[in-house]
């Protein structure tokens, strides 16, 4: 960002040198996001692509790129200000998390209070 200043859009990103890591040996370099109800998808590029997306964090702590993660992933980061958000306007895109249980059988009273507190504890970290 030095070089190029700071991103006003997804479409700047192409200036920048961006972090990407695979996954089931795809290259994630198609980025997506929305804004207003417009959704793009932007093709970016960079000098480093890995298999771990904790490793492509790391990287972007090192001041090696950008990188396109989930707020959950980073939330820390951000927090303390190691990593800051680019595009803030635009929304990255949304995945979902699930909670995976071998059986509905255990999904007792206190599984629930757990996905529960999960749930605000989530909306919680975002919110930060």
Same mark, same amino acid.
């Given at each position: 960002?030095?070089?190029?200043?700071?991103?006003? @859009?997804?479409? /700047?990103?192409?200036?920048? #040198?961006?972090?990407?890591?695979? !996954?089931?040996?795809?290259? #994630?370099?198609?980025? %997506?996001? @929305?804004? /207003?109800?417009? /959704? *793009?998808?932007?093709?970016?590029?960079?000098?480093?692509?890995? /298999?771990?997306?904790? *490793?492509?964090?790391?990287?972007? !702590?090192?001041?090696?790129? !950008?990188?396109?993660? @989930?707020? *959950?992933?980073?939330?820390?980061?951000?927090?303390?200000?190691?990593? &800051?958000?680019?595009?803030?306007?635009?929304?990255? #895109? @949304?995945?979902?998390?699930?909670?995976?249980?071998?059986? &509905?059988?255990?999904?007792?009273?206190?599984? &629930?209070?757990? &996905?529960?507190?999960?749930?605000?504890?989530? %909306?919680?970290?975002?919110?930060?």
């Amino acid at each position: 960002m030095a070089r190029h200043g700071t991103p006003a @859009s997804p479409h /700047d990103l192409a200036a920048h #040198n961006c972090l990407c890591f695979m !996954l089931d040996e795809t290259v #994630n370099d198609r980025w %997506r996001f @929305s804004k /207003d109800g417009e /959704d *793009i998808e932007v093709t970016v590029r960079g000098d480093r692509v890995a /298999d771990d997306s904790e *490793i492509v964090r790391r990287w972007a !702590l090192d001041g090696l790129g !950008l990188c396109y993660r @989930s707020r *959950i992933d980073v939330q820390a980061d951000l927090a303390r200000g190691a990593l &800051r958000v680019v595009c803030a306007d635009w929304q990255g #895109n @949304s995945q979902p998390l699930y909670m995976v249980l071998a059986s &509905r059988r255990q999904v007792s009273p206190a599984v &629930r209070a757990l &996905r529960e507190f999960l749930v605000e504890r989530m %909306r919680e970290a975002v919110a930060e």
